[in-house]
Nanobody, 125 residues
């Protein structure tokens, strides 16, 4: 059974940084690609970032490109989201996700198979 647990959310001032972590358990082949999504109050879920198994391919949403960096290590597996220069518009619940498909295919689907319960990031102005 695949389980994903996020950590690292909290309150930060605009311009600050946070690093989110995602710990996974279960079959390792369930984590061929991993991603981060977010959902702000009253808004639809938004794609943030995705990464391939080896980490050589990454994708980012337009609103976070150049400010956020996703990385992973496969010993557990673990995924990270380094968020810099945060803006109040980044306030949302951030969800870690994993998929058995390659990252390009997962991006085309626009969703992933497995999800964590989320961690809240609040950016004050």
């Amino acid at each position: 059974q695949v389980q994903l647990v996020e950590s690292g959310g909290g309150l930060v001032q605009a311009g600050g940084s946070l690093r989110l972590s995602c710990a996974g358990s279960g079959r390792i082949d369930s984590y061929l690609s991993m991603g981060w999504f977010r959902q702000a109050p009253g808004k639809a879920r938004e794609f943030v970032a995705a990464i391939s198994w080896s980490g050589d391919m990454t994708y980012y949403g337009d609103s976070v490109q150049g400010r956020f960096t996703m990385s992973r290590e496969n010993t557990k597996p673990l995924a990270y989201l380094q968020m810099n220069n945060l803006e109040p518009e980044d306030t949302a619940v951030y969800y870690c996700a994993a998929d058995q498909r390659r990252v390009a295919e997962a991006r085309k689907r626009g969703t992933m198979d497995y999800w964590g319960t989320g961690t809240l990031v609040t950016v004050s102005s």
